[in-house]
């Protein structure tokens, strides 16, 4: 937050940052400047314009000044002034007597006129103006008994109201009392006066023979009579001619000075229209909400601005001696035109509109520019807030532009330049360009010119003359941006960010918000916020933009924005961050969070992506048997049951399309029915074009473009160009379309720092203070969880559950429970669509033989170890069982109480050294005994690839076609076999007579799996494999298998 102090000691700045926990009151305010500022005592200005002790400032103000950047205005006296403190008028409004200056190169300067006086200069003074015809101590200016006195060059002389000062290039003008706001800006009445026809101008022939005639009659009847009474009456013809010719005198008079009439009429509306420096200076001591005027007609119905607007701003040059164009109803010759020119022939303002295409040339010399150039740009800036129109600067010596205001679609906006040759402008911009460099050429037929040098100008094909230019140094643009429009100084923009324009306070109370009707989230903190309810706007939101325009720090805030008002049963998240975790991991450990699934592994997103989907059907069987319609009548109906809405984030769509199509059907069924069901997309991408398909596209409520790389994208996603324009070093603004409703603009907010202390600290442009301010996400993440437990808000059952372990063995497992008689515990299953994740037993004489399809590296000897160990105990091979061993590879230890043969009454065990036919032939002779005794037989074997292959004693039969017809030919009752091996298991002949089978791919290559089926993703560790069976056909389902303890 920044404040404003004036009346600090001379040195101190007076623009203070705030950071760290940020005052809620005025007291806490106070107490905070008392302990960095001992012995003052502050006041603060209310937005109502009254001026109270800081400590009753009330808190509206105090968040105000919190969520916009303009400064809050504090006064600083010190203590022993402070008497009445405690007293409402303990500071004064302001000051009764101003001084502002109205023309040069240091207009706008408003300095209060006190009882003591006050020195006007140029470097002695206590009011300096940058004006080199002042002297350094030019005079002084102080308060008589009844008048204001000018003491100059020894004497002393009375300042006459109402009349300007003027000193050098300066006017000083003195103004008594409250200011007024500016008007807002208005359509600018042209520059042309129409009086009507002037006066018929009499035939001067006529009348001289009119008058003529009579009296040469009369003197030839004088003559030939005598009778000189004949003269008089010819005399009456002469005084009727003197008669017509007074009264054309006086009709040209009248018209004259209706002209003039006019003209005053036209030049005060015109110097309405658009204010000088002067003007801007006290609209700052004004108590008007809209101090700047921004407010266009017709800004309260929500209209917008009239068409005579939208040709472009109109800027104030100076003031100036002007002939008004005469608009004549009937033609008149130029001689007619030059005798009422100077009755429309006045000082007017000197003001200009800069249309679209239009040029604007200012010439002069650098200091003289440099100071238009300031107010120029103040104006500019006034107007893109108030029109939406935008302003590009363009330095000497760079060939990029620098956006300074975003422009809304159609409406345009003007560049400024200085130095070499004019900018080019966008179409529909217009071009103001200043130089001081000598002119060439004269502007062309569509340009205008200000010449500082010979203080004339031609605007709009009128030519000014005795021009008072006008301009304001760069400490009085600071003031005056920062005072009125509430922006920074532009030229330290971006260097400076004011962390109470970008930080939003996080409560610390419990979320306890209700999300059955509304899901509301605030975006921003601009003076009316903008706030996207997931609800009412939605029920879906796209987020676009380009690398670097901020879309995962708006989702981010849009996530954290609703978990911090919401507890975990009312609003719940499923992450699907396809930048590889950089994006949602660090929400992972917020209670909201059910699952946060990355592109690292692609089966986590479709595991989730197949729960959300289970989620989808087990709620609409759920408002089904409740006979409820939507998401908010089963919430009424059933207050008590944790039933969240699932906000369903992306970050990086187009990742997730490319690499599973399967997801587009899955998100166009949650974007059809999840209005209804209460799930919600929140899909982030860098471009929408081929990443959200049509049906998806149609259920979007809202969508919100950050910076895009083209317009024609910028189009597509908000049906303007706006997005197009927005800075490429201003990551966070954005532009949102909600339904048929306008285009909005808005900055995302991020999260002020949780700290428990505050810092006041003078702020400069170059500081980085701001960020410091900003709170990490961790941090957030862990206020709201600690908030939620301290609260003991129930966490709903999550719709995606965990991941399965990397390692996992049945007999550590706590949660295994022990199997039943015949079952062998193989591993722990994950169905997300059941949502259930449960331990796989197998029973070798129910369910058939079963298969490890895989390497070594992939776990099998750690599985086969494993089954061993279980298959070892009595509730697996007992009585008249019998279990027969055939390690291949070497991996089973051998048992200690088997004799070296690997032959006893109950068992057969062959280790890798002893597998020849001879071997073979033998345990073949015993499998065949015991068959026709009927007994259990269970045969495991390992490294299949060594044992299938070799031919038993006495026949040509290899010991694969042997078993596949032991197999065949008997019950599963009787005989069964767990058999681990690689790619000639998986291609053998066995495999058609094994029911359950195991795929492990960690460690095997693509030509071990060209035999494999389709299969689910899985996460790539050993002992991962994918199950099918007749419970779980293709593409299976994933399962981590037990493994031994080592």
Known sequence: MLVRILGLNDGQPALWEVSGRLPASGAELEQVLTEHLPGMAFGARTRTGLTVPLHRLPGEDICRARRTSRPLQIVA????????????????????????????????????????????????????????????????????????????????????????????????????????????????????????????????????????????????????????????????????????WHQHRRAQSDFGRSISELTDRLVMARGRSVPDPADVALACRSIDPDRCGLRHPGAESGSAPSGDEESGPVLHWGHATVTVPLDLASPSSARTRQKLDPWSTTRAPAVSPIGPGHLTVVRGRPAEVEAVLHWVLLQLLRDA???????????????????????????????????????????????????????????????????????????????????QWAGISSATLDWMSDE???????????????????????????????????????????????????????????????????????????LMGLASRHGPAEVSFILLDFKGGSSFSVLDALPHTMSVETNLTGATSMRALDALSAELHRRERLFLDAHVPDYPAYRARHPAQDLPRLIVAVDELRVLVDEHPHASSVLMRLAATGRSLGFHLLLATQRAQGAVGPDVRSNMGTVISLRTASEQESWDLVGSAAAAAIPADEPGRAVMRRGGRAVERFRTARFAALSSTTTLRPWHPQSTGGDASVASWPELVEHVSTLCRSAGLPRPEPVV???????????????????????????????????????????????????????????????????????????????????????????????????????????????????????????WERLSAWREDGDQVLIVATQWGRIAGQRTAGTFETFEERLATLLRDSP??????????????????????????FHVPYGTTPEHRMVWPSLIPVHEVPARAVLIDPDHPAPGVAVQLSVAEP
């Open 801 to 923: 559950l965990p991941g399965l372990p990397d390692r996992w063995s049945a007999s550590a497992s706590p949660n295994n429970q022990a199997p039943r008689p015949g079952e062998v515990p193989l591993g722990l299953v994950d169905e997300p669509r059941h949502r259930r994740q449960q331990v796989h037993a197998w029973r070798p004489f129910h369910d058939g033989p079963a298969a490890w399809i895989g390497t070594e590296a992939g776990g099998l000897p750690a599985v086969a170890r494993a089954l061993l160990d279980q298959m070892g105990q009595d509730h697996v091979t007992s009585g008249s069982s019998h279990l027969v061993i055939l390690d291949g590879g070497g991996w089973l230890p051998r048992p200690a109480h088997r004799s070296p043969s690997g032959c006893d009454s109950k068992d057969l065990w062959l280790s890798q050294d002893d597998l020849d036919p001879d071997a073979l032939g033998r345990i």
């Open 385 to 467: 807030q108030s029109s939406g129109r935008g302003v590009l600067l363009r330095r000497e010596g760079q060939d990029r532009h620098e956006l300074m205001a975003a422009a809304e679609v159609g409406r345009g906006g003007t560049v400024l330049s200085w130095g070499g040759s004019p900018a080019t402008a966008p179409p529909g911009w217009g071009t103001v360009h200043l130089t001081s460099s000598p002119a060439k050429d004269p502007p062309g037929a569509q340009g205008d010119l200000v010449n500082l040098d010979n203080a004339t100008a031609r605007l709009e094909g009128v030519t000014y003359s005795q021009l």
């Open 972 to 997: 599963s009752r009787l005989i069964s076999a767990a058999v681990f091996g690689g790619r000639e298991l998986a291609g053998g002949r066995l495999l058609g007579l094994i029911p359950t089978r």
């Open 77 to 244: 006296r010190p203590h022993r002034d402070a008497r009445d403190h405690h007293s409402a008028r303990s500071a004064d409004d302001g000051p009764e007597l101003v001084l502002v200056t109205r023309a040069g190169a240091d207009s706008g300067r408003l300095v209060p006129l006190a009882r003591a006086g006050l020195t006007v200069g140029r470097s002695s003074a206590q009011m300096r103006i940058a004006d080199p015809c002042l002297s350094a101590l030019h005079l002084r200016v102080a308060l008589g008994n009844e008048d204001v006195l000018i003491h100059q060059d020894g004497t002393v002389r009375p300042w006459i109201p109402g009349t300007p000062l003027c000193l050098g290039e300066t006017e000083l003008h003195l103004v008594r009392g409250s200011s007024a706001p500016l008007r807002p800006a208005g359509p600018l009445p042209p520059l042309r006066v129409a009086p009507g026809p002037p006066p018929a101008r009499p035939s001067w022939a006529l009348q001289a023979v009119m008058a003529l005639s009579p009296l040469l009659i009369g003197v030839v009847m004088a003559v030939v009579t005598g009778h000189w009474y004949f003269l008089l009456f010819s005399s009456v013809s002469v005084l009727v001619a003197a008669v017509l």
């Open 484 to 558: 009125l429009l509430g922006v920074p100084l532009p030229t330290h923009r971006q260097n400076c960010t004011s962390p109470a324009a970008e930080l939003m306070q996080v409560s610390a109370a419990p979320p306890q918000g209700s999300a059955v009707q509304s899901l509301p989230v605030q975006l921003d903190l601009a003076e009316e916020p903008t706030v996207l309810d997931l609800v009412a706007d939605g029920p879906h939101v796209l987020v676009a933009g380009t690398t670097g325009s901020g879309k995962s720090e708006l989702v981010l805030s849009v």
